[in-house]
C-alpha cells in the first residue's frame, strides 16, 4: 500500500513538473507573438524528462541515508536542470536572431547549456552511480557530443547596420527597437483592464499596426533620427493614454471618457495606417510631418 | 553533416550518455543499500 501510495505522489510529481516546465518553456503570448518561429518544446522538454530518474534518485538515496549519491545526484541534477534551462534559451535566442534583420550576437548559451549537462552526466556517474572517474569523464564527453549535434552551435555573427555616413548604428536601432517593443507590450498589458470588446479590439489593432511598423523600420533603419522620434513620441504617447484610460477606467465608468478615448483611438489608429503606408511608399518625410500633426492633435487633447 | 544525419546521431548520444546515467542512478540508488554504498565508495576513492 506504502509502495503504492508513493509510485503515486511520485508520478504526480513529475506529471507537475512536466506541466510547469512545458508553460515555462511555451512562454508569454507577447513572446510567442513577438518571434513567430519558436523553437518546438518538445525539443526543451527531452532533456527535462531525461533528468527526472537523477532527481528520484536523489530522493531515494536521501530516504536511504546514502550520502555520496545523494549529493551526486543531487548537484548532478542541478547542473543539468540548469543545462536544460539555458539549452531552452538559446534556442529561443537563436530563434529571435533569425527572425531579426538586425542583431547583437547572442551569448552562447547552448555552449554553456550543454557544457553544464556534460558536467552534470559526468557527476551523476561517478557519484551518484559509482563509475570509475574516467568512465564518468567519458559520459561527461559524450553528453557534450550530443547536445552539440543534437542542438547545434549559437550563432556566431551580429547582423549590424551602418548609417548613410558609414557608422555603425546597430546599438541605437536596437535600443530604440527594445524601447518601442516595451511600449507596444505596455500597451497590450493595458488593454487586458478595458472591458469593453469594441475598445478591446481597437487597441489590438493598434498594437498590431505599431508591430508592422517596427518590422518595416528595421528594415530600412538608416534614417535613425526619424524612426526614434516616430518611436519616442507615438509609441510613449499612445502607451500613456492606454495606461491612464485603463487606471481610470477601473476606478470609475465614465460615458465621457469612453467617447474620448475611443475617438482618440480611431485618431491613433487613422494615422498608424497612413504612417505605415508612408513607410510602404518611402516617404519619410511624410512621415515626420504626421508625427508633428499627431503630437499637436494629442496636446491639443491634453493627452501629451 | 547534413542535419537530419547530425539530430539523429546527437540524439542518441544524449540518449546514451544522459538517459544510461540516470537511469543507473536510479537503480543504484533502488538497489540494496550495502551494495550501493560499496559500490559508490569503491569508485570514489583515491586511487592508489
Given at each position: 500500500?506504502?509502495?503504492?501510495?508513493?509510485?503515486?505522489?511520485?508520478?504526480?510529481?513529475?506529471?507537475?513538473?512536466?506541466?510547469?516546465?512545458?508553460?515555462?518553456?511555451l512562454g508569454?503570448?507577447?513572446?510567442?507573438?513577438?518571434?513567430?518561429?519558436?523553437?518546438?518544446?518538445?525539443?526543451?522538454?527531452?532533456?527535462?524528462?531525461?533528468?527526472?530518474?537523477?532527481?528520484?534518485?536523489?530522493?531515494?538515496?536521501?530516504?536511504?541515508?546514502?550520502?555520496?549519491?545523494?549529493?551526486?545526484?543531487?548537484?548532478?541534477?542541478?547542473?543539468?536542470?540548469?543545462?536544460?534551462w539555458l539549452?531552452?534559451?538559446?534556442?529561443?535566442?537563436?530563434?529571435?536572431?533569425?527572425?531579426?534583420?538586425?542583431?547583437?550576437?547572442?551569448?552562447?548559451?547552448?555552449?554553456?547549456?550543454?557544457?553544464?549537462?556534460?558536467?552534470?552526466?559526468?557527476?551523476?556517474?561517478?557519484?551518484?552511480?559509482?563509475?570509475?572517474?574516467?568512465?564518468?569523464?567519458?559520459?561527461?564527453?559524450?553528453?557534450?557530443?550530443?547536445?552539440?549535434?543534437?542542438?547545434?552551435?549559437?550563432?556566431?555573427?551580429?547582423?549590424?547596420?551602418?548609417?548613410?555616413?558609414?557608422?555603425?548604428?546597430?546599438?541605437?536601432?536596437?535600443?530604440?527597437?527594445?524601447?518601442?517593443?516595451?511600449?507596444?507590450?505596455?500597451?497590450?498589458?493595458?488593454?487586458?483592464?478595458?472591458?469593453?470588446?469594441?475598445?478591446?479590439?481597437?487597441?489590438?489593432?493598434?498594437?498590431?499596426?505599431?508591430?508592422?511598423?517596427?518590422?518595416?523600420?528595421?528594415?530600412?533603419?538608416?534614417?535613425?533620427?526619424?524612426?526614434?522620434?516616430?518611436?519616442?513620441?507615438?509609441?510613449?504617447?499612445?502607451?500613456?493614454?492606454?495606461?491612464?484610460?485603463?487606471?481610470?477606467?477601473?476606478?470609475?465608468?465614465?460615458?465621457?471618457?469612453?467617447?474620448?478615448?475611443?475617438?482618440?483611438?480611431?485618431?491613433?489608429?487613422?494615422?498608424?495606417?497612413?504612417?505605415?503606408?508612408?513607410?510602404?511608399?518611402?516617404?519619410?518625410?511624410?512621415?515626420?510631418?504626421?508625427?508633428?500633426?499627431?503630437?499637436?492633435?494629442?496636446?491639443?487633447?491634453?493627452l501629451l | 553533416?547534413?542535419?537530419?544525419?547530425?539530430?539523429?546521431?546527437?540524439?542518441?548520444?544524449?540518449?546514451?550518455?544522459?538517459?544510461?546515467?540516470?537511469?543507473?542512478?536510479?537503480?543504484?540508488?533502488?538497489?540494496?543499500?550495502?551494495?550501493?554504498?560499496?559500490?559508490?565508495?569503491?569508485?570514489?576513492?583515491?586511487?592508489?
Amino acid at each position: 500500500m506504502i509502495r503504492v501510495l508513493a509510485l503515486v505522489a511520485i508520478l504526480t510529481a513529475i506529471a507537475v513538473l512536466i506541466f510547469v516546465v512545458r508553460s515555462k518553456l511555451l512562454g508569454s503570448r507577447e513572446e510567442r507573438r513577438s518571434i513567430p518561429r519558436q523553437p518546438t518544446p518538445a525539443t526543451g522538454l527531452l532533456m527535462f524528462l531525461l533528468t527526472v530518474p537523477v532527481l528520484v534518485a536523489a530522493v531515494i538515496a536521501m530516504a536511504r541515508g546514502l550520502l555520496v549519491p545523494m549529493i551526486g545526484n543531487a548537484v548532478g541534477y542541478a547542473l543539468l536542470v540548469c543545462g536544460a534551462w539555458l539549452l531552452w534559451r538559446g534556442l529561443v535566442a537563436e530563434a529571435a536572431y533569425s527572425h531579426r534583420l538586425v542583431a547583437k550576437t547572442p551569448w552562447p548559451l547552448k555552449a554553456i547549456g550543454g557544457g553544464l549537462i556534460g558536467l552534470g552526466t559526468g557527476l551523476t556517474a561517478w557519484l551518484g552511480v559509482g563509475h570509475h572517474p574516467g568512465i564518468a569523464f567519458a559520459f561527461g564527453l559524450v553528453a557534450l557530443l550530443g547536445c552539440r549535434l543534437f542542438y547545434g552551435g549559437d550563432p556566431g555573427e551580429a547582423k549590424r547596420v551602418t548609417a548613410a555616413s558609414g557608422l555603425d548604428t546597430t546599438d541605437q536601432v536596437l535600443a530604440a527597437l527594445a524601447q518601442a517593443e516595451r511600449s507596444i507590450a505596455a500597451v497590450e498589458q493595458s488593454s487586458r483592464d478595458v472591458r469593453q470588446p469594441e475598445l478591446n479590439q481597437r487597441l489590438r489593432r493598434v498594437a498590431a499596426l505599431a508591430r508592422e511598423i517596427l518590422t518595416l523600420l528595421e528594415e530600412d533603419p538608416r534614417d535613425l533620427r526619424r524612426a526614434r522620434k516616430f518611436l519616442n513620441v507615438y509609441l510613449d504617447g499612445v502607451q500613456r493614454v492606454v495606461e491612464g484610460y485603463a487606471r481610470t477606467h477601473q476606478r470609475a465608468a465614465s460615458p465621457e471618457l469612453d467617447a474620448n478615448f475611443r475617438r482618440v483611438l480611431t485618431s491613433i489608429e487613422e494615422v498608424f495606417q497612413e504612417q505605415r503606408q508612408k513607410l510602404l511608399e518611402s516617404d519619410i518625410m511624410d512621415l515626420d510631418v504626421q508625427i508633428e500633426v499627431l503630437t499637436s492633435q494629442l496636446k491639443r487633447e491634453g493627452l501629451l | 553533416m547534413p542535419e537530419f544525419p547530425r539530430k539523429v546521431l546527437g540524439l542518441l548520444l544524449i540518449l546514451a550518455a544522459v538517459g544510461v546515467a540516470s537511469w543507473q542512478a536510479l537503480a543504484v540508488s533502488c538497489s540494496s543499500p550495502a551494495s550501493a554504498a560499496a559500490e559508490t565508495a569503491r569508485h570514489t576513492a583515491a586511487p592508489r
